[in-house]
């Protein structure tokens, strides 16, 4: 450390401490250091203005300190001393400025400061043509100042360090866009926004919202948005809001502006209910009030809604704000005219878009938001205030509702769930099902049709008892559920109103909507009908597309059965009905099951009839024409071939179906001279896009109907068809998921099928226009044969297909420049993939004599192949060249067990395989993993705890520097899901115990190479979202962030720090940052609160940036409530796409909601993480009396120790973390 930065070091120390006695030493013995920035890049001044007195402030102004030097956010110490709220600091700021200002006129400079430093406002304002609001600003927010955005090269530009001293209160920072008048606003300080509005700041100046900087760079950033001064009041509590909003008013800010979204300040009043009165405004602005009064926001371009603060009001669930506006003379209904002419304004690239009064009935009038949010007294306010009581808006083109009909349906929801159930009550099925015999009775038991049918009934069974069973779950709590009887009280309560509510509407002759409108027969009173449909038989429909032959198919399906070639030959191939041109059936067509007429076929034993069957397939195969852009492959594995040959693209989605359709071109029939052509054979107009090989062998279906499983293991889900009928499609994965017929072989153990398909995928790859192998076919079911034991089925499988032996090369890809790399290839050892399915009777199969022999007679059989010339010409021979292949990498074949699923054989396999190879526990991956390591990452207790019996080392790290507690907490590694972390304390609790205690305690504090954190910090930022992003559920609490299961697992690892259990919060990373900085960033108030429990001084201790974790909390509030991100939905500052009727429906709310000792709770799950932090914060800070903790000099030389320490030996490329569901690449040796 240089004697400049310690003297720099030393002045910030004792400003922090508020040492000024210290501060005059320091600055007596060298005055330049005044303006030296800190390690944490900020000026001595700046951080007086942060966290020191006024009197070391002005003892650092008056020996010269530069006023308007900025932080790396932009900000000045006049941002610092406004967001403190110190109207002290600001006046010192303020007069030193003015001097600054008039020594700058004395010596002749008076041109180039002008009116500085006071701005005019960014924009104009432009009237708004909306009736009664004709006086209505709407801001113009142009391409800002470029002074407002970061500039893009050094901060500390001689603009900012030597330029005029003089003071702009307007100036913004870089990273909110906020002048120090708006964090004054923002932070509720009273005081220093009068001390700043008298220093000149605009109290109509805006906040401007530019494009994120990921999206261009200043000076290009175009500005998104504003945020009116005003509507900062509404995010302070209560007491703060009211008199802050009273100050502004007083001030000169007026009501009567709107932002981009076109909410003025009273639009805000309205949605943000227990803030600040309408009276406040009445009182301090009224006649800027009364021109805002009636003034239309809007919703979005696409739904064209408009919002009066009256609708808002009633729809954002304040109903006393909503009759505050009344009395104060606000208009009751929304008038045409003026909401035409606010569309119009608002959107004026969609004129004429809302002159149709279908488009003026969606929006939603304010007595219709009242009877629909369930608030009868502003129902009948406003039918006081003259509302037509006949109100009805149109839903669709012949649906609506009025008044009446949702006054009613209330009533009846209401009633319904006060009555008490019936014991003989019981609802029926909507659907009636007759006996089996009714439907069967009539069919061949030896059909498709019976064996179709008689399932079809049996999921209607289930389905429709499921349903009635449901219906009979009557959705009331009991009494002994809190909050029950508060709830059943409420809405007798309510009740009562909406039925004095109908006596009022009775009595002002309103109508209903089908009285309204006798044209239109489906209205609201016809649709709410609390009654079941009318009973009708059910119809089994084993066929879902309705525009398909059922009879038809039902012939096919039959013939298949029965093993009826002739029959299925005169359906596919030859006319249904040649009059009428109707062409033949699809072979590609599958009924609800998932069988397609092959499948029953081959499943039925009807062998020789699937073969002739296949040739029918290829007949009616048409496959789509090669796309412009061509794909190729390698023709030589080496890139020694002639170049790249042109073969047709991947299958897409419609490939893997059949096209029922036969697309036969009527219009070609109409020309004329259509019987001079000559006619084609009538298959040619099928034009099945899915080739044979996927109809037969890659299409899925659920072949356990056919086994003893059949009832059992049967999965489903309802579909209805156009016609209303119901139709039962088996589910894609359930308890037993669809199969390839391949795969039913295997599973099955069933030689015979699974040689004869073995045979048909020869023949089918053989003439498979897409080139596919039989090799390839045969990779999935290979692993699963793996999984299952099945020896006989793999040995059949290397011998017809050489089964895993090949390279598992992309077979398509987009033509390449020659500077790109060619894809990798790599085989996959069947050693490795039998490990990797854990079953031991396969891997030692694998490993003895009896695979080499099966892939040894593959291969004498296939010389030709010039794919086999490794082994064929390989100088070893053949059955030594084939040994080696089998095993290579067999030392990983450890690592491959751990990644297998636990169970009993698997364990039998770890502990063979140790007792046999005991020097397998020490091999590495490439990432470093050890077996252990890898047992930790998947948090494999069992496996862990047999390698640890057997002597594993503990001590192990991976290349990043990751200890086993690291890898178990949160892997290093990111995967699309996010990173794997541990949630769950009694699995933790479980792995800690089968570890050394002493040695537990070491990895608790010991630090990675990647970013230098311990494991707690290393878990804790693992409990984000996706890419650490912040999505809107995450922020409302209801995705991953602050769940329950989080504060067990912290405890625990604090718990394991012995007596010194807040060692592990101390520790910082390679940015200075603490657990509780990390807690912050993370949103994570639960863990914040925990940690600042144990340690409440980490609340003032600062990172390497010179922010602390309250300073972090507060800039992640501000930015997320002004909405600096462009996400503006989220924003509490952008209304009328926030609101939610049902949280006011009284029978659909949460039993809880109507007791008051719960209330609190709810509100504190409604709000964001945000401001829970940073509520947090400011709470812990009042309440303690603890220094900020300035990151030293020091404290920067030790982290650039610990990086050095920790640092990386090598680059190593990240690998994607595998698992059960996923086929791993291989782990290289290291």
């Known amino acids: 450390m240089d004697t400049m930065e310690a003297r720099v070091d030393q002045i910030c120390q004792a400003i922090t401490v508020n040492n000024l006695h210290v501060v005059q030493e320091c600055l007596d013995q060298d005055k330049t250091i005044i303006n030296h920035r800190h390690c944490t890049k900020r000026t001595p001044l700046q951080i007086a203005c942060i966290a020191s007195s006024p009197e070391v402030v002005q003892l650092i102004v008056d020996h010269g300190a530069r006023i308007t030097a900025r932080m790396e956010n932009g900000s000045t110490a006049l941002h610092a001393a406004a967001e403190r709220g110190s109207a002290e600091i600001i006046r010192i700021l303020r007069e030193k400025s003015n001097r600054n200002k008039k020594l700058a006129i004395h010596d002749g400079i008076q041109a180039s400061i002008s009116q500085f430093p006071i701005r005019s406002r960014d924009g104009e304002a432009i009237r708004d043509d909306q009736g009664a609001s004709d006086s209505v600003k709407l801001v113009n927010v142009k391409y800002g100042d470029v002074n407002d955005l970061s500039p893009t090269g050094n901060y500390l530009h001689d603009q900012y360090e030597t330029g005029l001293d003089i003071l702009d209160p307007n100036e913004v920072s870089w990273d909110t866009f906020m002048s120090p008048l708006h964090l004054a606003i923002f932070n509720g300080h009273v005081d220093a926004v009068r001390e700043l509005v008298s220093f000149g700041a605009d109290v109509k100046r805006f906040i401007k919202r530019y494009e994120p900087q990921y999206v261009c760079t200043p000076p290009e950033r175009k500005p998104t948005g504003a945020v009116l001064p005003l509507a900062l009041c509404f995010l302070l509590e209560r007491s703060k809001a009211q008199e802050m909003a009273r100050t502004l008013l007083q001030l ?13 300040p009273l639009h805000f009043l309205a949605a943000m209910k227990d803030t600040v009165p309408l009276s406040v405004f009445l009182e301090n602005g009224q006649e800027e009030s009364l021109l805002a009064i009636n003034y239309l926001s809007n919703g979005t371009p696409l739904n064209g809604k408009m919002y009066s603060p009256l609708s808002t009001a009633i729809l954002a669930g304040n109903p006393d704000g909503a009759l505050d506006f009344l009395e104060a003379g606000a208009k009751p209904l929304i008038e045409f005219d003026h909401f035409v002419s606010s569309v119009n304004s608002a959107f004026p690239g969609r004129k004429g878009f809302c002159n149709d009064k279908w488009e003026f009935q969606s929006i939603p009038q304010p007595i219709m938001a009242a009877v629909e949010n369930e608030f009868p007294i502003v129902v009948l306010s406003l039918l006081r205030s003259g509302v037509d009581p006949s109100t009805h808006r149109h839903g669709s083109v012949n649906y609506g509702q009025s008044i009446l009909d949702i006054t009613r349906q209330k009533i009846n929801e209401m009633r319904e769930f006060l009555a008490e159930p019936r014991p003989d009550e019981k609802l029926q099925s909507p659907t009636r099902l007759l006996e089996d015999s009714d439907y069967l009775s009539r069919l061949d038991p030896d059909s498709y049709r019976f064996w179709a049918a008689k399932i079809t009934l049996r999921r209607a069974r289930q389905h429709f008892g499921q349903m009635c069973n449901t219906s009979n779950a009557l959705d009331k709590p009991t009494f002994e559920v809190k909050g029950a009887k508060e709830k059943r009280q409420s809405v007798q309560e309510r009740l009562a109103e909406f039925e004095s509510l109908e006596k009022e509407l009775l009595t002002r002759k309103a109508k209903l909507f089908y009285e309204l409108h006798p044209e239109n027969q489906n209205s609201a009173n016809n649709k709410a009908s609390p009654t079941l449909e009318e009973e009708k038989p059910y119809r089994p429909v084993i066929f879902a597309e309705d525009q398909l032959d059922q009879e038809a198919y039902l012939s096919l399906f039959d013939a298949a059965w029965v093993g009826d070639i002739d029959t299925i030959k005169a359906l596919a191939l030859d006319w249904q009905n040649e009059v009428e041109r109707k062409p033949p059936l699809s072979l590609g067509e599958s009924d609800c099951f998932g069988f397609t007429p092959l499948h029953i076929a081959i499943l039925r034993g009807h062998w020789e009839v699937a073969n002739e069957m296949i040739e029918i397939l290829h007949a009616q195969h048409k496959p789509h024409k090669p796309r412009e852009s061509d794909f190729y492959d390698d023709e030589d594995e080496n890139g020694d071939g002639d170049g790249d040959r042109v073969i047709e693209p991947p299958e897409t989605d419609d490939d893997n179906i059949s096209d029922s359709e036969s697309e036969y071109d009527w219009e070609e029939d109409k020309e004329e001279n259509v019987q001079e052509r000559p006619k084609r054979p009538a298959v040619e107009y099928v034009k099945l896009r899915a080739s044979p090989l996927t109809v037969t062998l890659l299409s899925e279906c659920p072949a356990y109907l056919f086994t003893e499983r059949s009832e059992v293991a049967d999965e489903f889900r309802p579909w209805s068809t156009q016609d209303g009928s119901r139709i039962f499609i088996t589910y894609s994965s359930g308890q037993e998921p669809k199969r390839g017929l391949i795969d039913h072989a295997i599973l099955m153990n069933d030689i015979e099928l699974l040689r004869f398909l073995l045979e048909m995928t020869k023949s089918l790859t053989n003439r498979d226009h897409r080139r596919r192998t039989m090799d390839s076919v045969l990779r999935e079911p290979f ?59 396969t891997t030692l199969w694998m490993m003895g004599p009896d695979a080499i022999r099966h892939y040894v007679k593959y291969i004498k059989s296939h010389e030709d192949d010039q794919r086999l010339e490794k082994f064929t010409n390989s100088e070893d021979g053949i059955e030594k060249s084939v040994l080696k292949w089998l095993h290579h990498k067999d030392e990983l074949v450890l690592h491959c067990v751990i990644k297998s699923k636990p ?77 794997q972390s541990c949630l769950n304390a009694d699995l933790l609790r479980e792995m800690l115990g089968m570890l050394n205690p002493n040695g537990v305690h070491v990895m608790l504090l010991e630090r990675n190479k990647s970013r230098c954190q311990t494991p707690l910090m290393r878990w804790i930022s693992s409990q984000r979202d996706s890419y650490g992003l912040d999505t809107f559920q995450n922020m409302m609490n209801r995705n991953r962030s602050d769940r329950d299961d989080q504060l067990p697992v912290v405890k625990l690892l604090l718990s394991y720090g012995g007596k010194t259990q807040t060692e592990q919060l101390e520790l910082i990373d390679d940015n200075g940052n603490s657990p509780a900085h990390i807690a912050v960033t993370s949103k994570l108030p639960a863990l914040l609160q925990l940690f600042l429990e144990h340690r409440p001084d980490l609340l003032q201790r600062e990172n390497s940036s010179g922010k602390t974790p309250a300073d972090l909390a507060s800039a992640e509030w501000t930015k997320f409530a002004i909405d600096e991100d462009r996400t503006g939905r989220r924003s509490p500052l952008v209304i009328n796409t926030q609101f939610n009727s049902a949280s006011n429906n009284v029978v659909q709310r949460d039993p809880l909601s109507f007791v008051d000792s719960e209330a609190p709770i709810k509100a504190d799950k409604g709000r964001p993480h945000h401001r829970k932090i940073h509520e947090l914060c400011h709470s812990h800070a009042s309440n303690g009396n603890y220094q900020r903790r300035l990151f030293t000099a020091g404290d920067a030389a030790a982290i650039a120790r610990m990086k050095v320490a920790n640092a990386p030996s090598q680059f190593f490329t990240r690998h994607w973390l595998f698992f059960e569901d996923q086929s791993p690449p291989l782990l290289p040796i290291r």
């Open 783 to 841: 692993l699963f044969a793996l999984k299952l034991g099945r020896i006989d089925c793999l040995s059949m499988m290397i011998e017809k297909g050489g089964a895993s032996l090949f390279e598992q090369k992309p077979i398509y890809y987009y033509q390449k420049s020659p500077s790109d790399k060619q894809p990798t290839s790599y085989t996959k050892s069947p050693l490795l993939a039998a490990a990797m399915e854990g079953n031991l009777e």
């Open 903 to 979: 169970c009993e054989e698997s364990e039998r396999l770890i502990q063979y395989l140790i007792n046999r190879y005991p020097e397998y526990m020490e091999v590495r991956s490439e990432e470093g993993y050890t077996p252990l390591s890898l047992a930790f990452i998947l948090q494999r207790p069992s496996f862990a705890q047999i390698l640890i019996n057997l002597g594993a080392d503990q001590t192990v790290k991976d290349n990043l520097g990751n200890n086993l507690l690291h890898l178990l907490l949160a892997c290093p590694q990111i995967t699309p899901i996010g990173s």
């Open 252 to 264: 000169g800010a007026s009501p009567a502006e709107a932002d981009l979204n076109r909410s003025t």
